[in-house]
DNA sequence: CCCATTTGTTATGCGGCTTTATGAAATGCT
DNA sequence: AGCATTTCATAAAGCCGCATAACAAATGGG
């Protein structure tokens, strides 16, 4: 078999060279979670003697372990495995503009430790405050690491600004003010990623866009973004801009001239608060205080609160129109405080499908956790590619 | 060796079983045209003999033919191989609304045999006409069929109208009129794509945006239609309408209600006619025939003729800013009668630049045949599926 | 307690490939 | 012409990853 380059466990440690069904056996176990011998081996098609070979390779490497035995209406007990520690673990960081949200996570998304800590005033930009809690709290979690945990194998990093890979020019990006305070160690990988595609990401593995191939998940709040997964991939573009529908045209119509960003500025909230409240009536119920007002109070049937609301979804209906008339995702998950308004979606759901074609139009069901889940599953695909990864020559 | 499935050749015809470096060889031969065995064995990293098994079992089928020896400063002649008449050839059909282009081609691109007809009236939409025109041409083709170009592999039809897969509901798509006269064979592949979509395949393949990962062809003309290629792959869209720029958000601006498909009618060759027929001075030069007509006179520096022509450049220009915002594809390559005007080009690429994200704006430089050579492209790569299929169990 | 059933291990073989060795053909130098 | 050199092709041997087959071990039911 040639176990030659094994013989003193530890030392060739990255170069672990695998077999392809040791690489598949893992990968099952990462997605699949626990499972038994003879179900990885009949969901990958492998012979008992290869899960055998498999297994022993990983286990060698500390790459599973064994959790326990199983089940069996007849039979033999059947051997349970999961993801081993020498698998090692990833950070996942929502460097967000109000918060930082910290997970840390082994490489099958089991929750080893979390922390999130609440920015004290609410930045728009990313900056040095930001950097400096995201240094804070990435030591805080390194003070906690356990041993067992096994080596760290990427840190991912979702930020609120557009992220260019190594190549592109990143001049006008603010990513790199995220390290003015923060150095990450030289060992694990690096996974940066805008956070409205971190939040997409979520919604593809944990949430109403469960396993699609394609769909697009708009963000609507005091920003505008869109995180678009075509043919399972997520969209980055050239420039690391895709999605940036703040910067479509306009305004857009004969006899206007558009101007850049501008579609971010009308349909933001702060926008919209101030056409609120020119718009507002002399009359009794004083406009509302902020956008949470608003909407509660349309809920209420205030009537004045409702009409604003409506026009503004009416607007978000012919964003999405425009998104949809592009790609075709199929499905359009709305975010963001203003896109997870109940009082938005039938209307923004028959504004676009009245506009272009047939398109499916949900609310985002996941919580506050959605960009860390994101990034966390982003940061665990790389681990894995480093794990995983076959000799080069 | 096991070539015992082989010994009566021919009789096992669609279930050819291939080592995966003979598959390796062949696409090899498909995609880089004439080579002798050392050239395709070095590229591929194969060594001698597994070359030597690779063409033995790639000539035995015929896919391969040696078609002489060639060149070596120093040494022996190596042979030169290429492609072989059992590999069979494709039909590519471009069943355009004005006239009906066809090419008879072998899978690396040799043309067999190629007819255009031109359609009597211009027909805006699929209709019976353009059907029966395929049907004859198709057939004109099918009678001229040397021996010796092997077996028919696959048809590929260019539509200027939304297609959709098999699974998709096709109720408000033509692409069922195509059938109306034409009668495919059963046994070659049918490959529908949009004319849109097939023109961005062959800037891919053979015009400006050669070996792009990311990039869009805009067609600006009497309709407007956009192809889009994201990560090397044509996104097509749920439902096939990615790229119905048609259909973007228009008038979009606050106070205006978006009408559907109206961004294709205002930024459409008529609707541009129309306005400049209206605003059209009285003095002594006439307003333009057509828009060949104006973009003429607009470049002998007419000045009414130039300021239409500036501000509908500038209209697109904001068109194509929207494209950029969505998926940042860092290239858009503009087409059609209008796109393609050298006038545009320089106003298009300002003003899409000044409203989102750095992008390059070209003008296609392939001729009336782009679409025919994209569909073509395409039939090849399913027929490539169908000759290379491994089989299923 | 024996047996059917399921799980895990060991032995053997096969397909696809590589490396090594050997033979054949074309070229330049003497 | 004869020869070394270079390149190409074929033959033989062997490796790697996997499967099949056969056997050993564990478990529950008559």
Redesign the interface.
Same mark, same amino acid.
């Given at each position: 078999m040639g176990f030659s380059h094994l013989s003193r466990p530890g030392e060739s440690f990255s170069a672990a060279e695998l077999t392809p069904s040791a690489r598949a056996v893992f990968r099952s176990l990462v997605a699949g979670g626990p499972s038994t011998r003879p179900q990885i081996g009949e969901q990958l098609a492998l012979s008992r003697p290869t899960m055998s070979a498999s297994i022993g390779e990983l286990e060698r490497l500390g790459y599973v372990e064994k959790i326990g035995e199983s089940q069996g209406s007849l039979g033999r007990k059947a051997a349970l495995y999961r993801v081993g520690a020498g698998a090692g673990h990833v950070v996942a960081i929502d460097a967000g503009s109000t918060h930082v949200r910290l997970r840390v996570a082994t490489l099958d998304h089991r929750l080893l430790h979390s922390r999130t800590y609440r920015l004290p005033t609410s930045h728009r930009l990313m900056n040095e405050e930001i950097s400096r809690a995201v240094a804070e709290e990435f030591a805080a979690a390194a003070t906690e690491t356990e041993a067992g945990w096994g080596p760290l194998r990427a840190i991912g990093i979702a930020l609120p600004s557009r992220v260019v890979g190594d190549g592109a020019e990143r001049a006008s990006t603010r990513q790199d003010e995220l390290f003015t305070h923060f150095a990450p160690p030289a060992g694990p990988k690096l996974v940066l990623e805008n956070n409205v595609n971190c939040a997409a990401v979520a919604e593809n593995v944990y949430g109403v866009a469960q396993g699609r191939q394609?769909f697009a998940y708009i963000q609507i709040g005091l920003k505008l973004g869109?995180g678009?997964m075509? *043919?399972g991939?997520l #969209?980055?573009?050239?420039? *690391? %801009?895709?999605?940036? #529908?703040?910067?479509? %045209?306009?305004?857009?119509?004969?006899g206007?001239?558009?101007?850049?960003g501008e579609a971010e500025t009308?349909l933001g909230t702060e926008a919209l608060m101030q056409r609120v409240r020119d718009a507002w009536p002399e009359a009794p119920p004083p406009p509302p205080e902020d956008a949470g007002d608003l909407f509660a109070r349309a809920e209420k049937d205030e009537v004045a609160a409702r009409e604003q609301v409506e026009r503004h979804a009416?607007d978000i209906g012919? @964003?999405v129109? +425009?998104?949809?008339? @592009?790609?075709?995702?199929?499905?359009v998950v709305l975010g963001g405080g203003v896109g997870t308004s109940p009082l938005i979606l039938p209307i923004v759901r028959k504004v676009a499908n %009245?506009? +272009?074609?047939?398109?499916s139009v949900e609310t985002s069901s996941l919580g506050p956790d959605a960009t860390v889940l994101g990034i966390e599953k982003l940061a665990v695909d790389r681990a894995l590619d480093v794990v995983l990864a076959q000799p080069s020559p």
């Open positions: 394609d869109m678009l075509l *043919g991939r #969209i980055r573009g050239r420039n *690391g %801009a895709a999605g940036e #529908i703040g910067h479509l %045209a306009y305004p857009f119509a004969p206007h001239t558009p101007v850049a009308y009416a012919a @964003l129109a +425009s998104c949809v008339a @592009l790609v075709d995702p199929g499905l %009245a506009l +272009s074609y047939a398109v």
